[in-house]
C-alpha cells in the first residue's frame, strides 16, 4: 500500500513570512501533485511534477520532486492570507490498472494570519 | 463546462435509512472517482471507473455501499442502510485519459451525515 506522509500537519503563520510543507514516502511515484482545498469546496489541482528533481514555480509557490521520486516539497514564499487552506499531496503509481489512481497524503492545514 | 456536479449538497439521514449521492463527471473525461473525506482518515479512494466500468472498488468499505455509472454522463454512489460511521463529506472527481499527468477535477462534495 502507497502511503505519503505530510508534515507538518497544521502551520500557522503571519502574513509575510515563508514556510515548506514536506510530502515523503517509501515508495517511488510515476508522478506527484499538490492540491489546495478551501472550506466547502473540493481539493483544486495546483500542480503535477514527474520527473526526479523537477522544479516548478507558480507564482510564490515553489514545488520540487525528489531526485528518487519518492518526496517533495511546498514552498511558499511571502505567505499572504489568501493561502490559507488545506494543502494535499497524492501520488500516483503507473501498475497495470494502478494507472490512473492517485493516494493522498492526509494534508496540511496552513493558516496564515494577517 | 460547469465542471464535476454533485447533489445534494448536503444530506442529513436516519441511521438505517438508504442513501444515494449523484455525480455528474465532466464531459470527454474517461475516469470517475468516489473519494470519502474525514478529519481522521483524510481522503479515501472508495471506487473508480474507467469507461464506466469500475476498475478497482477495493475501497469500498463494505457491502452496504455500492457505486454504478450506466452511462458516461451519470454516477450514483449508494450506502444502504446507512450508519452514523458513513458521516464524511463525499467527492466525486473525474479525469481524462491521462488525469494522472493533468490532475483530477473535483467536485464540492456531498456532506453526509447520519444521526
Known amino acids: 500500500t502507497q502511503l505519503l506522509e505530510q508534515s507538518p500537519q497544521f502551520l500557522s503563520i503571519q502574513e509575510g513570512e515563508n514556510l515548506t510543507v514536506y510530502c515523503n514516502s517509501s515508495s517511488v511515484f510515476s508522478s506527484l501533485q499538490w492540491y489546495r482545498q478551501e472550506p466547502g469546496e473540493g481539493p483544486v489541482l495546483l500542480v503535477t511534477v514527474v520527473t526526479g528533481g523537477e522544479v516548478k514555480k507558480l507564482k510564490r509557490l515553489t514545488f520540487q520532486f525528489g531526485d528518487a521520486r519518492k518526496d517533495s516539497s511546498l514552498h511558499i514564499t511571502a505567505a499572504q492570507p489568501g493561502d490559507t487552506g488545506l494543502y494535499l499531496c497524492?501520488?500516483?503509481?503507473?501498475?497495470?490498472?494502478?494507472?490512473?489512481?492517485?493516494?493522498f497524503g492526509q494534508g496540511t492545514i496552513l493558516t496564515v494570519h494577517p | 463546462d460547469a465542471g464535476v456536479i454533485q447533489s445534494p449538497r448536503h444530506e442529513v439521514t436516519e441511521m438505517g435509512q438508504e442513501v444515494t449521492l449523484r455525480c455528474k463527471p465532466i464531459s470527454g473525461h474517461d475516469y470517475l472517482f468516489w473519494y470519502r473525506q474525514t478529519m481522521m482518515r483524510g481522503l479515501e479512494l472508495l471506487i473508480y471507473f474507467n469507461n464506466n466500468v469500475p476498475i478497482d472498488d477495493s475501497g469500498m468499505p463494505e457491502d452496504r455501499f455500492s457505486a454504478k455509472m450506466p452511462n458516461a454522463s451519470f454516477s450514483t454512489l449508494k450506502i444502504q442502510p446507512s450508519e452514523p460511521r458513513d458521516s464524511a463529506v463525499y467527492f466525486c472527481?473525474?479525469?481524462?485519459?491521462?488525469?494522472?499527468?493533468?490532475?483530477?477535477?473535483f467536485g464540492s462534495g456531498t456532506r453526509l451525515t447520519v444521526v
Open positions: 472527481a473525474s479525469s481524462p485519459y491521462t488525469g494522472v499527468l493533468y490532475g483530477y477535477t
Open positions: 497524492a501520488g500516483a503509481i503507473r501498475s497495470g490498472t494502478s494507472y490512473g489512481k492517485l493516494t
